[in-house]
Structures are given as structure tokens and as C-alpha cells.
């Protein structure tokens, strides 16, 4: 890995720079290094370690998205394949859902930041460490970012993967509008001297529990505190203090590895996009963890993001095209919001909440209603919205086996270099995308097994679809080419546009 450090003598300039070196900002910059974009990332971190496990896994849309890219088995042989998906303490199983991964990935963030991170180093993406970003101004061809060190960096557009608290968010003026917290969490990884009360308890204003640490010696708590508490550091005390309020005792706690707080202190970015600079993740949305949604939708905007932060960058598609990633991916944020906020209110226990959670856990018990909560809280229903069509239109691309000249390919592998896909499934030589060869890859192919998304079920097979780089249909054919132009032309540019040059990077 390039990671830079110390002063330089002038402005360094990068195409695209980061600020936040987390999931979404490495999974960004590795998108965009795949798509030849000079990009870098400000992390404040001296190295990727990280103080706690913190989120705890991946849903299947996420390994989805990292198959796509040819990097999953480095995520799965690490983890635990399991059915982690739920909504509001009830377990929602997908094993019968038609993709690959129908399971989530228990793995730790600490893990799933060190992967990440080794594969953007393979693709040469230079951190620098230490420094965070500090303050920015536009102009009409670009950012000039300053750094906590005293020294200046030149971006064309620059992305805010900050975090909540984003600095680069602020700074840009979008408004953060939002509910405040209703409850506070404390969460720690501690040696305690006395063998605590293992598991989860409810109470009438929330859920806390204590668990093993995989040392076997160590235990993790997540403890509700008796007062809402947001900004301030929590101590020592504070934790021996919300042990004693729940437990009566507070099981000789020592010796913190992470101590933390949380709230489910609920935020979304007015707009994504302010000229150039854009947000994502939790500088773009913060909500309640409940679902483990928060690490998995932050890649997810990374990765609508990138290609199209390429195009623009590449003289390939006009900047108008940035803003579909709002369009998008905003409502995608809404919905989790949404969805967290019900989960915490559902969390308490007193009769009347408690009357509720067994009249939503009897309705998920149901295949219908467990189909479409499980595909919300996996991501596996993500649906843009693209126009009326074929179902397939604004939504996942099945990851076939289909057949093709050079022999049998799984269709996520053809997506492992970040480029559009045509897959042309009918008729050899009746679709010509030759002003857009350079930039989408026509697969000639044949398939004859079902087609079938998550809740939808089985549709009819489409005789041609045009994928994305993010593995989301832009277009279906009937067998002739009506509409295909304008999609081209919509999502990779006209066919007049300047071709990524060779030298970019």
C-alpha cells in the first residue's frame, strides 16, 4: 500500500480524493481504481487498525457486491456464513431466496476493514494516514482540500466518508435534518472478574446484553443507559455505573480494549451531492444499528457512486449523470432510517411495545411478510427506479450460469473489471453497440434455466439485458433493440464521447 506521510513541497493533485478510510471509502477507492480513476484516500488513522470489533457482518447484497468484483472468498473464508438476517429480534431466514449467498457473513469490521484495505493496495491506491480533512473550498474545476498536517491536496471532486460526525459534510452546508436520540448505549470489550449474566434481557426502555469475545476471556456488553448521553466520551465509571443500574452489580469490569457509545440518534443528508463533493455513508445517513444495515448500505453507495464518478471524470458521461447516485441511493437511505427506527421502538419491552413485537413477530412468521422483510433487511430488494418494464428493470442482475463462445461463466464474474455488460441472450448479430464497444462489453451468451428474483419469484426471460457496473439491470430486450440507444446513452454516455484514456492513472 502507498501510503504517503510527512510534509511535501506543493499541491499534490488527484483525480478523486476521500476523505475517510473506512469500508465505504476503501470500497470506494477500490471502484474507482478499477475504473482507472486517480484516486486517494485522507484517513486519520496512523494504520487500519481499529479500537473494538465494531459492526459485526455482512448481508447477502453486500457478498453479492464483492462477488461481483472476484474478492468474496476473501470476506467468506474469514467469516462465519450464517442466517444473520432480522427485524426486530426475529430471525428471518433466506436460505430459500434464488441468489448465490443466501446467508450472511458474521465477521467483525476490524477483519473486514484489513481485507478491504489489502485489495485496495493491490490497486496502488495511496492513503494518507494521519491526517484528516480539515477544511475545502470549490471552484468550477475542482476542490482544493486542506489537511490537518498544514498541507493542501487538488481534487476534481472530493467524497466525504467521514462518518456521522462528517466534517466534510458540514463544511459543505448540507443540512443533516433528522430526529434526535430517544436512548443511549454503551458498548465495550472488557475483562470482568466475576462471571457476568451471559445473554440478551429486555427491559421496558430497551435491550442490553452481555456476551463472550471469541479470546473466550473477554466480554463484550452493549448496555442501555438510564439517561440519554450523546458526545461526550464515556469512562470507566460510567460503565461500572450502567452495570450496577441493570445488573446490581458490576461484575468487577476492568481493563477496557473499546469503550463507546451509541445512540439511535436518526440523520440523513438533505442532498448526497453539493457542486463537488458528494457523501456517503454515514456521513450520509446515521440510524440506530439495529439490522447491522449501516456498514453494508455505506459499500452500497460506494459502489453506485464509483462508475459513474468515473464517467464524469473520463469525459465519458456529462456531470448530470452524478446526479442519479441522490436519485438513487437517498431513498435507499430513507428506507433504513425507517426500518431502524421501528426495530428501537419495538426493542422495548413494557406491555403495550411488548403486545406489538408478538403481533409484528406473528406476521413475519408468515412466508409472505418473512420474503419481503428478509429481502429489505439483506438488500436484496433494492429496486432504482428506471421506468416501467420488465421487472428486471432498476433491479439485481441473478448471477446465472450461462454459456458462452469461450465456455461456461458465472454472469458476476463477467462484472469483476467494474464495466457496463451487454448480455445478449438472443439472436447472434441482432443488437449493434458498436459506437459503445470501448465501453460495454457485449456477451454473447445462451441460458435456458429460470429466471427468478427475491419475492417476485420466476419472470420471463428477457432475450438481452444491459448491466452495469454495479450489477443493476439498465435495460431489457424483447428481442429487438427498441430502447436500447437511449439506455447506452443514458448510463455510458453518447456514442461521440471521448473513450477512457489509456493513460489516465
Request: net charge negative; charged share 25%; aromatic share 6%.
Amino acid at each position: 500500500m502507498h501510503e504517503e506521510s510527512g510534509r511535501s513541497v506543493g499541491v499534490q493533485e488527484h483525480a478523486v480524493v476521500i476523505g475517510g478510510g473506512g469500508p465505504t471509502g476503501l470500497m470506494l477507492a477500490g471502484e474507482l481504481a478499477l475504473a482507472r480513476v486517480d484516486v486517494a484516500i485522507v484517513e486519520r488513522r496512523e494504520s487500519q487498525e481499529l479500537a473494538g470489533s465494531r459492526a459485526g457482518g455482512l448481508h447477502a447484497r453486500t457478498i453479492e457486491v464483492l462477488d461481483q468484483r472476484g474478492i468474496a472468498e476473501r470476506f467468506l473464508s474469514q467469516g462465519q456464513a450464517a442466517q444473520v438476517t432480522g427485524f426486530a429480534h426475529n430471525p428471518l431466514d433466506i436460505s430459500d431466496f434464488p441468489t448465490r449467498h443466501n446467508y450472511g457473513l458474521a465477521l467483525w469490521q476490524n477483519r473486514i476493514e484489513r481485507i478491504l484495505a489489502d485489495w485496495v493496495a493491490e490497486l496502488g491506491v495511496p492513503i494518507y494516514r494521519g491526517r484528516a480533512v480539515t477544511g475545502f473550498s470549490q471552484d468550477v474545476t475542482g476542490v482544493d482540500i486542506e489537511l490537518s498536517d498544514g498541507r493542501g491536496l487538488r481534487a476534481k471532486y472530493l467524497v466525504g466518508c467521514d462518518g456521522g460526525r462528517s466534517l466534510i459534510r458540514k463544511k459543505a452546508g448540507i443540512a443533516f435534518p433528522g430526529w434526535d436520540p430517544s436512548v443511549s448505549y454503551l458498548i465495550a470489550e472488557v475483562e470482568m472478574a466475576e462471571e457476568p449474566a451471559w445473554g440478551v434481557r429486555h427491559d421496558d426502555k430497551g435491550t442490553y446484553a452481555l456476551g463472550k469475545l471469541d479470546d473466550g476471556k473477554r466480554v463484550r456488553a452493549v448496555l442501555r443507559e438510564e439517561k440519554v448521553h450523546q458526545g461526550d466520551e464515556p469512562t470507566l465509571d460510567d460503565l461500572r455505573a450502567t452495570l450496577v443500574a441493570l445488573y446490581g452489580t458490576d461484575f468487577g469490569v476492568r481493563n477496557p480494549t473499546w469503550l463507546s457509545r451509541f445512540t439511535d440518534m436518526t440523520r440523513q443528508a438533505a442532498s448526497y451531492r453539493d457542486r463537488r463533493v458528494l457523501l456517503a455513508g454515514d456521513a450520509a445517513h446515521v440510524h440506530s444499528p439495529h439490522g447491522g444495515q449501516g456498514l453494508n448500505i455505506g459499500v452500497q453507495d460506494a459502489v453506485n457512486l464509483a462508475w459513474k464518478l468515473a464517467q464524469v471524470i473520463h469525459g465519458t458521461s456529462p456531470e448530470s449523470l452524478l446526479d442519479t447516485y441522490h436519485a438513487e441511493r437517498h431513498p435507499v437511505g430513507a428506507r433504513v432510517l425507517r426500518a431502524t427506527m421501528a426495530q428501537t421502538a419495538l426493542s422495548r419491552a413494557d406491555a403495550r411495545t411488548a403486545a406489538l413485537s408478538e403481533t409484528v413477530a406473528d406476521l413475519l412468521r408468515m412466508d409472505e411478510p418473512r420474503k419481503r422483510y428478509a429481502a429489505m433487511m439483506s438488500g436484496l430488494e433494492v429496486h432504482y427506479d428506471l421506468g416501467d418494464g420488465h421487472p428486471l428493470l432498476g433491479r439485481r442482475m441473478p448471477d446465472l450460469d450461462v454459456l458462452t463462445d469461450g465456455g461456461p461463466r458465472r454472469v458476476f464474474a463477467l462484472l469483476h473489471e467494474a464495466r457496463p455488460v451487454l448480455l445478449d441472450l438472443g439472436d447472434p448479430g441482432a443488437l449493434d453497440i458498436t459506437p459503445w464497444t470501448a465501453r460495454v462489453r457485449h456477451i454473447a451468451a445462451r441460458y435456458a434455466g429460470t429466471w427468478e428474483l427475491p419475492v417476485l419469484g420466476a419472470v420471463t426471460a428477457p432475450a438481452a439485458v444491459l448491466i452495469r457496473p454495479d450489477g443493476y439491470v439498465a435495460w431489457v430486450g424483447d428481442g429487438t433493440d427498441q430502447g436500447l440507444r437511449g439506455a447506452l446513452t443514458t448510463w455510458f454516455g453518447p456514442p461521440a464521447a471521448q473513450e477512457f484514456p489509456a493513460n489516465d492513472r
